[in-house]
């Protein structure tokens, strides 16, 4: 049986919650009271503790603003009908961010040491998650190198942080995406699958470019040919082409392991749905659009759950996919993902963890 660790708390003298706009919010903007702080030392974790939320003082020499060892994750908290505090998955984010640490030359984190603090955290903060339908509260674990060195090698030391903040939906229209013919986000052999900051950094500028044209984000394709469908800026796709519901495999270690596609191709399933994870040819996707064969598309992430696409634009070309559309499933499959996050519905897979 395992230990569970608790951490000393340094609370704020004045929530902020009552003065904030919960009505209005901005995703990601509006933080939570508190902060989970945590220490690697070189040879384990330690100090950690939970304090107010607030900056941090860093040397210019900082190893990860030269060489970029940071990694992150991605998680969300709710609050149901009853008044139940529940988190979804925090298990499968503590194991994605060990294989993200692992490429990138950084300590893993213990399982229960990462829920722990989750949970602590989120107990702590309980008033800032939000009840109204739709909303929940988003939570950032993110981890960087410390040590204060020029010089090409991996740290020996390394800071921990979990902020949160509450937040409504991350898409609130149907989305209108470009597939990306030029730049690449990952290529074989590289940190793709890994949740590294800099793949991030790197994807700007043609996101940037995307939107100046009047898209929401890019389709990602591969770096060779872009001849196949990889994701989205911030989220996994997926396709129901005839009574298959189909999606990019991620084996080709350039696509992120998303804990909400995982969730969202294992309802299905278990629904009788017939799922391909597999390599998506861009001309398959526009040829079934043509075809009339194209029922669904839509993304899949932590922070926009299911999020319906309506326009997929391609060299040039825009295709309208609502002709055709039948989003029966996605909505079922949201619906389920939903009950089961908030505790309305039993959760046979152990995904929800009660605060």
């Not at 040491?113 to 949970?119: G, H, M, N, S």
């Not at 500028?205 to 911030?234: L, M, R």
Request: proline share 4%; charged share 25%.
């Amino acid at each position: 049986m395992s230990t569970v660790t608790t951490f000393p708390v340094e609370q704020v003298g004045q929530s902020r919650v009552a003065a904030t706009d919960f009505e209005n919010l901005v995703f990601g903007t509006v933080f939570s009271d508190h902060m989970f702080v945590s220490n690697y030392n070189g040879s384990e974790w330690a100090d950690g503790r939970i304090m107010p939320f607030g900056k941090i003082q860093v040397s210019p020499a900082l190893v990860s603003l030269h060489y970029g060892q940071a990694i992150f994750e991605g998680l969300k908290a709710y609050r149901n009908a009853s008044g139940d505090i529940l988190m979804f998955r925090p298990q499968a984010n503590a194991r994605r961010m060990n294989r993200s640490a692992e490429r990138m030359c950084m300590p893993s984190i213990p399982e229960d040491y990462f829920v722990d603090a989750l949970k602590e955290l989120v107990r702590l903060d309980a008033g800032w998650i939000p009840s109204k339908p739709g909303y929940s509260l988003y939570i950032r674990p993110v981890m960087f190198a410390t040590d204060d060195m020029l010089g090409v090698k991996p740290s020996k030391t390394y800071g921990f942080y979990i902020i949160t903040c509450p937040v409504g939906a991350f898409f609130n229209q149907p989305l209108k995406l470009k597939i990306e013919t030029k730049f690449s986000r990952a290529a074989d052999g590289g940190v793709g699958y890994a949740k590294a900051a800099g793949n991030y950094g790197g994807s700007m500028y043609p996101q940037k470019v995307a939107q100046d044209e009047g898209f929401h984000q890019v389709i990602w394709t591969d770096s060779k040919e872009h001849k196949y469908v990889e994701e989205a800026g911030a989220m996994n796709v997926a396709f129901v082409i005839g009574d298959k519901l189909v999606t990019p495999n991620t084996t080709t270690g350039t696509i992120l392991e998303g804990i909400t596609r995982d969730s969202v191709l294992t309802l299905a399933r278990d629904m009788g749905v017939t799922v391909e994870e597999r390599r998506v040819e861009v001309k398959e996707v526009l040829d079934a659009i043509a075809n009339k064969q194209l029922r669904e598309a839509f993304g899949i992430g932590t922070a926009a759950t299911i999020a319906p696409i309506h326009t997929i634009g391609h060299e040039g070309k825009l295709y309208d996919l609502t002709a055709n559309m039948q989003d029966d499933l996605s909505k079922q499959i949201a619906q389920q993902l939903d009950q089961i996050r908030k505790g309305e519905i039993e959760d046979k897979y152990n995904w929800v963890v009660r605060i």
